[in-house]
């Protein structure tokens, strides 16, 4: 059998005209485009609204926003929804009861990034770039002088909420508690610099929503 190279040697190759050429390419790219487009169609409707997260849309208080997936986790029914005290971390031990009953939006509690209860990672001015359009807030009771704090809070749009979120970053990495897990939407646990206080904190956040929990144990209930 005559390799390549001879077959292309004595075989007359006629070129076809530049023009045909592009042509030709023009439709190929065409023809792969609206393949591409029929699939991320098939593929949309299949997956739901889950498919569009990243289209920008109005949020709930009407500014356009990116869309967050799935269901709002800090509200059932419409509600905004507050913590039981044996949803609070380690209920069983320290045994936690509502230390403050308010819970609605005209909470005079602190906003992120302020954290720790009492003066432990220092205390808030007042005055912070980003003030949360609500805030909803419920102080927590536990055994041995243990105290625990929920804030609920929604920002403008979702931008301020992540500015917000690593504001309190910097707060508690400042105040010697370490970041366990995520950055800045995690855990925190440590030992804090200014009364030695142990601080658990945990921040999740949705969209406009940021949420934060923390539990403090006095530092003379430690066992070390």
Known sequence: MADIEELLTDTPVRLAPAAAVRARGDRRRTRRRAA???VAVVAAGAMGLGAWAGLAVPDESG?????????????TDGVVRALD??????????????FDGEWDDESD????PEAGLGSTCGTWS??????PETQYTRLYAGEDGARARYRVSTYGTRAEAAEVMEQLDETLVGCGVERAVGEPDGEYTGVTEGTGDQLDVTVTSWGRWVGVVEVQL?????DD
């Open 109 to 112: 509690s602190a906003p992120p």
């Open 85 to 98: 005290p044996s949803e609070l971390p380690g209920n069983e031990v320290l045994r936690w009861r509502t």
């Open 36 to 38: 591409v487009a029929v």
């Open 218 to 222: 006095p530092a003379d209930s430690r």
């Open 126 to 131: 007042g005055d912070l770039d980003r003030q």
């Open 63 to 75: 500014r356009t926003d990116v869309a967050t997936v799935g269901p709002n986790p800090f509200k």
